[in-house]
């Protein structure tokens, strides 16, 4: 191990990350008051976002998993989108709440939404970890926003490179320097 780790600046450090996790879940909470919500989590990456802001919310709440794929470049997405896994429940007449790690383009998430829009959802929103402003090509309404982030490849809690990185308790860059001698 005596290489460099390819971790570069830190964006998001853990405390502020669990704070603002757990503000999310209080305003999940307010906004789906006197309802019984339906967490959507995008595997891999959400997971740990998913787990930690779930155990904020206090209104009841059940949770389903997607996976995802879309086609393009390792950076970039084309919006070409292939459903690995499907939910497990049906949707119809519920209020759903798409939990996601990170929103680059829009493309993979646009999509998401119109798939599960098609399902007759009561309601359908989007809650993302991390947003990219500056890499949207799609115009997206999300409800509830962590943390915009620099366009940068954002790696740790949850967040990947070639699945590694996944578990660190902070958001970094990925350092593309070093990681050139991993």
Known sequence: MGREQPIGEV???AETLQRRVREIGHEVSEAYCGKELLLVGVLKGAVFFVADVMRSIDV???VDFMAVSSYGSATDS???VRILKDLDMAIEGRDVLIVED????GLTLQYLMRSLSARNPASLEVCA???KPERRKVDLPIRFVGFEIPDRFAIGYGL???ERYRNLPYVAAFDDQSAAGV
């Open 102 to 105: 990170i929103v680059d383009s």
């Open 78 to 80: 084309s919006g070409v």
């Open 11 to 13: 964006l998001v450090d």
């Open 60 to 62: 009841p709440v059940e």
């Open 129 to 131: 970890l991390l947003t």
């Open 160 to 162: 990947d490179h070639a």
